[in-house]
């Protein structure tokens, strides 16, 4: 992180780098996930990313971001639920345009940014074949296959997989197994249940915005044990799974 660095602009006016967003919800050796709320007019100040990084909408609102380099500024139009993979890129700020609040989910790969040394090197295959379905036998005894992760894809790039999930009150994803580690974005809170072939999981209660990082296992089902409709975006991680 930069925040507190110096840097000049091209007129030789030094400019002090702000952090990438307000706060950090969730950080490990793998991610680091940041809140940005912007009110109408306000700007994330100037800063810079030393990692690729995921950008998910919570609340939409048009912004533009501006370069310190003095390049043409970038008009942007988020959507609730929509996936952005970034790079790495020159100081910039943010700056929400419209007449509406601004919040996002912003998600580091430190893996492929400032910890891009030793045991990630990304095999960037770009269109794997996918695993075989498992046949499995459900907790009532029956035979069943594995299915997918997610309702459906959102995203899609060599590094990262980005899939919807909506589930109705007291419905569940089918029973599967993730093979990436992976990062989960709530976008309707609900109270939810994570099931294993053998065991029945405790009720976790989400809420919108939160986040989660989850390590691929075990065959399981997503639950949703609440009364309000539950919807999300799970980011698989592909470059720590499938395309390492």
Sequence with gaps: MTAGATVLAPDGTPVVLGEIGQTVLLENERVRIWEVTLAPGETQPWHLHHNPYLVVNVEASPGRMDWLNGAPSRYLQEHVGGVILRPTSPVHMLTNIGTTSYRNRLVELRDIGEHAVGDVEPALVPKPVPPAPEVIRTPDGAEASTGAV??????????VRAWEIVLDPESALSWHRQRNPHVVITLDGAETRIDSLTAEGPVDIEVAGSV?????????????????????RLIELKYLGENR
Excluded at 150 to 159: A, K, R, T
Excluded at 212 to 232: D, F, H, I, M
């Design 212 to 232: 989660r990082y989850r390590e691929p296992g075990e065959v399981q089902s997503l639950v949703n044990a609440g009364k309000t409709r539950y919807r999300c």
């Design 150 to 159: 997610g309702h459906h894809i959102v995203f899609e790039s060599d590094l």
